[in-house]
């Protein structure tokens, strides 16, 4: 995650600096007379290093009103500070949302295979237990069967006897 300790600002008080660093060089281009400061101190952990040289466009007292309306190249390159600044940062929010989806992703992953294996141990124990009740059902048959036979044979012999007795 974007760390948000003492040396970075949070990111509520960042997209509040930006906010207000923008509507700062709207009011610097509406009014070019210096009045406001410089951008905020929010901007001092994503301003990139870059040297810049700075030009102001020089008028003179007549074309003022056309001084309202050009963008200075200080104001460009402010501008483009912020810019960079905010793509610096959505690209840290990018890369931290895509480390946590990677990660929960991992973490379902594992899961779900955890899951399918304790279901293939389940099926596995309830097919054993499904064969060891079918092999006791065909004991008992034949234990049953055989009692069956042995009576069978017992009363055939009987019969058997029975009818030697009365030919006899």
């Not at 009103?65 to 104001?75: K, S």
Request: aromatic share 4%; charged share 25%.
């Amino acid at each position: 995650p974007i760390a948000e300790d003492a040396s970075s600002p949070s990111s509520r008080t960042w997209a509040a600096q930006v906010s207000l660093d923008i509507e700062e060089l709207s009011k610097r281009h509406a009014f070019p007379e210096g009045q406001y400061s410089s951008l905020g101190s929010a901007w001092s952990c994503f301003k990139p290093e870059v040297s810049c040289f700075r030009s102001e466009p020089h008028f003179q007292d007549d074309d003022r009103d056309a001084a309202h309306q050009v963008v200075t190249l200080t104001e460009l390159q402010e501008v483009l500070t912020v810019i960079t600044g905010v793509m610096q940062h959505m690209a840290r929010l990018e890369s931290d949302v895509c480390g946590r989806v990677e990660a929960q992703l991992a973490n379902l992953s594992k899961s779900v295979d955890a899951r399918l294996k304790d279901l293939g141990s389940c099926f596995a124990d309830a097919l054993d237990m499904e064969r060891a009740l079918r092999n006791h059902e065909v004991v008992e048959l034949r234990g049953d069967l055989d009692v069956a036979r042995a009576a069978l044979s017992a009363s055939e012999a009987t019969v058997a006897a029975d009818a030697d007795r009365q030919s006899s």
